[in-house]
């Protein structure tokens, strides 16, 4: 590893530093953290009150980064929650053997934002090592998001709360990270926002309900979504329909709803909103379909 190399990744943490973004050593060469885990933790310095994750022990401190990389040639990871950031990972198709027409994760989310009546923002951006791409924006304030993977499309995940990209000026055996866009993280625009916000959760039912009032409270909720979706204003009447098909998902997948009931009502409400056949249905299987997924059997968690 040459001097040059070491300079340029610790120039890298500096520089997201300097942007405000938390920082964190990667094992050289690689994309896994390069500090401690709880088994190992010593319980001194900065875990002595106990064991601190990557998370917490990211940092902006100038000092305390030169001291770090100095030590090796660490790649950098920035910890996207206590930075503020959201970051939407665009996938390439993993098996690009006989599947040419697979899309990649950016062509997904252009697609996205176009049913959206948006433009793909203009962000910092990054090229990952795979050939995929980072987009990096600010969070609202108050707002925590969580990860997440397939929500917004195939191939397109993200990373808050509880996740972390690997920073431009890495490198990986598989390639280089490298910026892309070098101008400053846009805010996160509302209407991708409103996907990437859990479904609210349903009040938590005492242990003697039974199942007509489950199945009470979806039909209220049905209703309630419905009519969000066909009052959406124009740029927010995807992502209206998009949320309300992942919060109502939960009651098809705990039997509360038939799926055609569902699909039906949000399917009129998106084409009086204004979106096209095709669109309301494209939006609706995807959506649906991830959340009787990611739902059966968890009732006890709404």
């Known amino acids: 590893m040459t001097h040059d190399h070491r300079a340029a990744l610790l120039r890298a943490a500096l520089e997201a530093a300097e942007r405000g973004w938390h920082v964190f050593p990667l094992r050289p060469g690689t994309k896994r953290p390069a500090l401690h885990g709880e088994a190992s933790c010593p319980r001194t310095?900065?875990?002595?009150?106990?064991?601190?994750?990557?998370?917490?022990?990211?940092?902006?401190?100038?000092?305390?980064?030169?001291?770090?990389w100095s030590r090796a040639p660490y790649n950098?990871?920035?910890?996207?929650g206590p930075s503020g950031l959201v970051v939407v990972d665009l996938d390439m198709p993993k098996n690009t053997k006989g599947s040419s027409e697979a899309p990649s994760g950016a062509a997904t989310f252009q697609a996205l934002c176009e049913r959206a009546g948006q433009h793909v923002p203009d962000t910092y951006r990054t090229r990952t090592a795979s050939g995929g791409e980072h987009l990096h924006f600010t969070a609202s304030d108050g707002v925590r998001l969580p990860n997440t993977a397939g929500t917004i499309g195939e191939l397109v995940d993200t990373r808050a709360w509880g996740g972390y990209v690997?920073?431009?000026?890495?490198?990986?055996?598989?390639?280089?990270?490298?910026?892309?866009?070098?101008?400053?993280?846009?805010?996160?625009p509302s209407w991708?926002?409103?996907?990437?916000?859990?479904?609210?959760?349903?009040?938590?039912?005492?242990?003697v309900a039974v199942a007509g009032q489950s199945g009470r409270y979806a039909d209220v909720a049905l209703t309630a979504e419905a009519r969000n979706v066909a009052t959406a204003q124009l740029g927010a009447r995807e992502a209206a329909l998009f949320r309300a098909a992942r919060a109502l998902g939960r009651f098809v997948a705990w039997g509360d709803l038939?799926?055609?009931?569902?699909?039906?009502?949000?399917?009129?409400?998106?084409?009086?909103?204004?979106?096209?056949?095709?669109?309301?249905?494209?939006?609706?299987?995807?959506?649906?379909?991830?959340?009787?997924?990611?739902?059966?059997?968890?009732?006890?968690?709404?």
């Not at 950098?76 to 996207?80: D, M, P, Q, R, S």
């Not at 926002?193 to 938590?204: K, N």
């Open 45 to 68: 310095g900065v875990c002595a009150s106990g064991h601190r994750k990557w998370e917490q022990r990211a940092t902006t401190d100038p000092d305390r980064i030169r001291a770090t």
């Open 76 to 80: 950098v990871g920035i910890a996207t």
């Open 166 to 188: 690997v920073a431009a000026g890495s490198r990986t055996p598989a390639g280089a990270y490298e910026a892309l866009n070098g101008s400053a993280a846009a805010p996160l």
């Open 192 to 207: 991708l926002q409103s996907i990437l916000q859990p479904a609210p959760r349903a009040p938590q039912a005492p242990s």
């Open 258 to 302: 038939p799926r055609h009931v569902v699909e039906q009502a949000l399917q009129e409400a998106g084409e009086a909103a204004g979106l096209t056949v095709a669109e309301c249905r494209s939006t609706l299987r995807s959506a649906l379909n991830w959340s009787i997924a990611h739902n059966a059997g968890r009732r006890d968690a709404a």
